[in-house]
């Protein structure tokens, strides 16, 4: 099925600017919230993912994907072309492991490609550029996800 344009707009236009609050948001999303919750104040999404199997699914916004378990928000992939904020820390830029290291221990992955701050509820990956280019995703999580993401930058 086609999107409408009015929808494809509203996505496109969407804020490049995403504030983090650890374990609880990456404004204007919010942890925990159904995806009716979120189409209601931020309209329809591009594309949607749906694993019925698993109860897993998955909203893309242009450059965001959101990730759903149970129908409820557990997780947020933000690509580079986002300015992501955490305090005062732009997630993409030049210094900004260093300066999150001050406020949680990094803990980095087995190939190094992805490191997990545990307390902020983030994960950043392209460390090494194995995977993805140099720092092009930040995942911000829920708690009840942290088990699955201190996995996950080991895999």
Known sequence: PQIPRNEIEKDVQMSRNIIM???????PFEF?????EIKKTEGKALREIKDNLLEKYIEERGGLSL????KKLYAIYIFKDFNVQLKDISI??????????????????RDKAYVLFKNLGLCVGGISGKKIPEKYLAIAF??????FYESYINV
């Open 142 to 147: 829920s708690k009840d996800a942290l088990p």
């Open 67 to 70: 990730y759903f378990d149970n």
């Open 21 to 27: 609050s650890p374990y609880k948001s990456a404004v």
């Open 32 to 36: 925990g919230k159904t995806p009716a």
């Open 92 to 109: 993409f830029s030049d210094q900004a492991l260093v300066r999150l290291s001050i406020i949680d221990k990094p803990i980095m992955g």
